[in-house]
């Protein structure tokens, strides 16, 4: 296990803050056996905070063609064997126990890159078959999109994000280490023509690289009628190079906005989500153009109202995106096929759940981060 400690220059925990429980943020809590957890059984994925998970977000490989450098080393990491890999079956065993059990409402499936899995389209195909009307969506780099985005629109793929960093060839290569913007910009414009809308736009802004490209992004997604959401960069690099003084805030992300666009809070609730909405007008006109997400999962963290469960390609639950306690399904799952088994996998799964921590420890009033560990695995390994 790592132990290399991220220093975020916070206060120290705060004994008895709103929601606190004693003992350490990740994987200590006390694991009440089903029959004591309240609610269980058929409680679906509540945690001991109050919180229940209806959102699934599955990882479908551990690979990919891109090598952003906020996520994956130059060099790649080294993949896991196929056999250690959650098969087509299992995909579609698990999505039905969180559908028809647990009470997950929607799917997100992502990865590595889920574009490179050979059999994506039967998935969304079965997965579809199964759950007529679940929320299905992708998360993708969008290389390769534009072949395969009609097969995925048919196969009942809900919608997608496409993760793009910049417009600028020389700054997509330098983030991502690969010249493929132009397979990028065509694989939104054909999952656009495919109909898999909203589409939505990521973008990850480093400093000294892309940050001069927010307001140019933002402009043509609007244009185009795309929602973009930047994320703040997160300490979750394979070569640990994050710092807190390096990653552009949601403030400042705001602030280099405001100089193209006036952005006011969107006044719809924002009911779980990630992203903080904002309306988009320029400067002196009426007219709205659209919105814009920011994700500030580091400055201004939004774990209190998360409804995350996080299943890695491998069949590991992760119940944070930081967390360094994974629960295995993959070895249940492989036990046995028979309905008692899913009973254990269900079981085993709102185990991991309920322990889920208060907090990932980053910028939270009332939690001390200075003690945050960046977790062992890369986004690319857990599924972002
Ligand atoms: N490969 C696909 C892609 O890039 O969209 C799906 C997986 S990727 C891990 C999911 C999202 O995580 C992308 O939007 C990517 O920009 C984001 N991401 C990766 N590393 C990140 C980091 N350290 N901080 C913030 N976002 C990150
Ligand atoms: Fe690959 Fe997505 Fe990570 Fe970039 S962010 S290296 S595209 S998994």
Redesign the pocket.
């Known amino acids: 296990m790592n132990t290399e400690r991220v220093s975020l220059g916070m206060p120290a925990a705060a004994p008895g803050a709103p929601g606190t429980v004693g003992g350490p943020a990740d994987g200590a809590a006390p694991r009440p056996g089903a029959a004591s957890r309240p609610g269980a059984p058929g409680s679906g994925l509540v945690d001991q905070f109050g919180r229940v998970a209806t959102d699934m977000r599955l990882s479908l490989t551990d690979k990919?063609n891109?090598r952003?450098s906020?996520?994956m080393p130059a060099e790649g990491l080294a993949w896991l064997a196929k056999a250690k890999l959650l098969t087509a079956a299992e995909i579609v065993r698990l999505v039905g126990l969180g559908v028809d059990r647990l009470g997950v409402r929607e799917l997100r499936l992502?990865?590595?890159?889920?574009l490179v899995r050979a059999d994506l389209v039967e998935i969304i195909a079965a997965l579809r078959r199964n759950h007529p009307s679940l929320p299905i969506s992708l998360?993708?780099?969008?290389v390769g999109l534009a072949g395969k985005a009609q097969a995925l629109a048919d196969a009942g793929l809900s919608r997608l994000?496409?993760?793009m960093?910049t417009l600028h060839h020389d700054a997509f290569l330098q983030l991502t280490r690969r010249p493929f913007l132009d397979q990028v910009l065509a694989g939104i414009e054909a999952a656009d023509a495919a109909g898999l809308r909203p589409i939505k736009v990521?973008?990850?802004l480093l400093r000294g690289v892309n940050e001069g490209h927010a307001a140019e992004l933002l402009g043509w997604c609007l244009e185009r009628g795309y929602e973009l959401r930047f994320?703040?960069?997160?300490?979750?690099?394979a070569d640990h190079g994050?710092t807190r003084d390096g990653m552009i805030t949601a403030a400042e992300i705001r602030e280099l906005l405001a100089a193209s666009f006036e952005l006011v809070p969107d006044p719809r609730a924002r009911d779980g989500a990630p992203a903080e909405r904002f309306e988009v007008r320029r400067h002196g006109s009426p007219t709205l153009l659209g919105t814009v997400g920011i994700i500030a999962?580091v400055t201004e963290p939004f774990c209190a109202d998360c409804r995350r469960t996080r299943i890695t390609a491998e069949g590991k639950v992760m119940s944070c995106l930081f967390s360094r306690t994974e629960v295995d399904l993959l070895a249940l799952l492989r036990a046995g096929s028979s309905p008692a088994d899913d009973d254990a996998v269900a079981e085993r799964w709102q185990d991991a759940m309920w322990a889920k921590p208060r907090a990932h420890g980053m910028g939270h009033p009332g939690l001390g981060d200075a003690d945050f560990v960046q977790p062992d695995r890369?986004?690319?390994a857990?599924?972002?």
């Open positions: 990919c891109l952003c906020y996520c992502t990865g590595g890159e889920p998360t993708t780099n969008g994000n496409v993760s960093d990521n973008a990850v994320i703040e960069q997160m300490p979750l690099d994050w999962s890369s986004m690319s857990i599924g972002g």
